[in-house]
T-cell receptor, first 109, second 117 residues
């Protein structure tokens, strides 16, 4: 079967750095997405990785290792507005998006 | 600006009612999707469509049907609503992909929170 694992919940302090991990087992791989979802709102696109390595975009970075079936989202200089759920999603061999259950990130002052 | 709209943000229906959820996108995307999202379960795909009048079952199609008569509009129908269909329903669209790239970022509507009593 296809599976994506993320921690259910994480807590971090304003101004700090947090790393949210995602591991996947899917039938094929054609890219990995990270989305941000604030409570009661729709998911919004954060990043896309299809090749191994680190993609940096401002305070957010995303890393991929295809051989390990592993990705992480790194958030630096955390702000209160970063409190949200972070969803990992993998495109499989049929180009379907397989979604993780999401990681709820709580930022404390 | 990219936009996906859904007909209602909040909806309350009674058991046995027929429910229509409408989704419209203005990006000329070929692909459209309906998900439901429940706490701890993440996004689960109900149905999707790759073209007008085409539909494919997702992971949890039971109790639902869809209609895509126009490219920009994708409707989700609950033929006889039940309490276990109380959920957040999210519509999304994505381009088909060009130049051999299957980059398929999905753009989401604001969601409809449906309560079935």
């Amino acid at each position: 079967g296809q599976n994506i694992d993320q921690p259910t919940e994480m807590t971090a302090t304003e101004g700090a750095i947090v790393q949210i991990n995602c591991t996947y087992q899917t039938s094929g791989f054609n890219g990995l997405f990270w989305y941000q979802q604030h409570a009661g709102e729709a998911p919004t696109f954060l990043s896309y990785n299809v090749l191994d390595g680190l993609e940096e975009k401002g305070r957010f970075s995303s890393f991929l290792s295809r051989s390990k079936g592993y990705s992480y989202l790194l958030l630096k200089e955390l702000q209160m507005k970063d409190s949200a759920s972070y969803l990992c999603a993998v495109t499989d061999s049929n180009y379907q998006l397989i979604w993780g259950a999401g990681t709820k990130l709580i930022i404390k002052p | 600006d990219v936009k996906v709209t859904q007909s209602s943000r909040y909806l309350v229906k009674r058991t046995g009612e027929k429910v229509f959820l409408e989704c419209v996108q203005d990006m000329d995307h070929e692909n459209m999707f309906w998900y439901r999202q429940d706490p701890g379960l993440g996004l689960r795909l109900i149905y999707f469509s790759y073209d007008v009048k085409m539909k494919e079952k997702g992971d949890i199609p039971e109790g639902y049907s869809v209609s895509r008569e126009k490219k920009e509009r994708f409707s989700l129908i609950l033929e006889s609503a039940s309490t276990n269909q109380t959920s957040m329903y999210l519509c999304a669209s994505s381009p088909r992909g060009t130049s051999g790239s299957e980059y398929n970022e999905q753009f989401f509507g604001p969601g409809t929170r449906l309560t079935v009593l």
